[in-house]
Every structure is written in C-alpha cells, then in structure tokens.
C-alpha cells in the first residue's frame, strides 16, 4: 500500500511559479513510477508528467514540456512538481499517482493509488 499526500497548490498570478510535492508512504516507494494529473470541473482527468521509479525516464504532456519539471528524490520518499510561467488554463486540482510498471504512463486507470488533490488556481 502507498499513501500519497500532496501539497504546494494555490493561488498564483498568470507568469508565475509554484511547486507541488508529494509524500509518499511505504517502504517500497522507489519501486513505483510516480505521476502527476489534474482535473477541473466537469473535464475528465488529464495526465500531466510522470517519472519512472529511478528517475532516469520523464514523460511529460504536450502542453506542459518545456513549463512543468518533475522529480523525485527516493531518500525522502518525494515526488515534486516544478510549474513554472502559469497560465490560466493551468488551473486545476492536481494529484499525485503511483503505480508499479513499466508502461502506460499516460493512462489514469494505470495507476492504483491516488492523492487526495491539491488546487492549483491561476489568475489572469
């Protein structure tokens, strides 16, 4: 079992940054490929990055390369989320994911565990 607690979110003007992290429990963290998704209202889940569990491969989604970083530090059982120049269409609830495997990156339902969400609020 992994538990994963995100924080970080917030409110945060157009061109700014924030960074999301994530605690995960579990003695055996560095076996999981870690991700990112996020969600708003009425809009299905939509995969952001993810890291596979060395960190030595990083998949991100089109409309974040080049603004979003992830990593993970397996030490400290964290994964983070560097944002940088948000947008307004950047504003979501994102979640922290772990899975174990190789393959589907990309797919929610790969995933068995879920954080709870923490919002992230762009303004214009």
């Known amino acids: 079992q992994v538990q994963l607690v995100e924080s970080g979110g917030g409110l945060v003007q157009a061109g700014g940054s924030l960074r999301l992290s994530c605690a995960a429990s579990?003695?055996?963290?560095?076996?999981?490929?870690m991700g990112w998704f996020r969600q708003v209202p009425g809009k299905e889940r939509e995969f952001v990055a993810a890291?596979?569990?060395?960190?030595?491969?990083?998949y991100y989604a089109d409309s974040v390369k080049g603004q979003f970083t992830i990593s993970r530090d397996n030490a400290k059982n964290m994964v983070y989320l560097q944002m940088n120049s948000l947008k307004p269409q950047d504003t979501a609830v994102y979640y922290c994911?772990?899975?174990?495997?190789?393959?589907?990156?990309?797919?929610?339902?790969?995933?068995?565990?879920w954080g709870q969400g923490t919002q992230v609020t762009v303004s214009s």
């Open positions: 890291i596979s569990w060395s960190g030595g491969s990083t």
């Open positions: 994911v772990a899975k174990r495997g190789t393959a589907n990156y990309y797919a929610p339902n790969a995933y068995n565990y």
């Open positions: 579990g003695r055996t963290f560095s076996s999981y490929a």
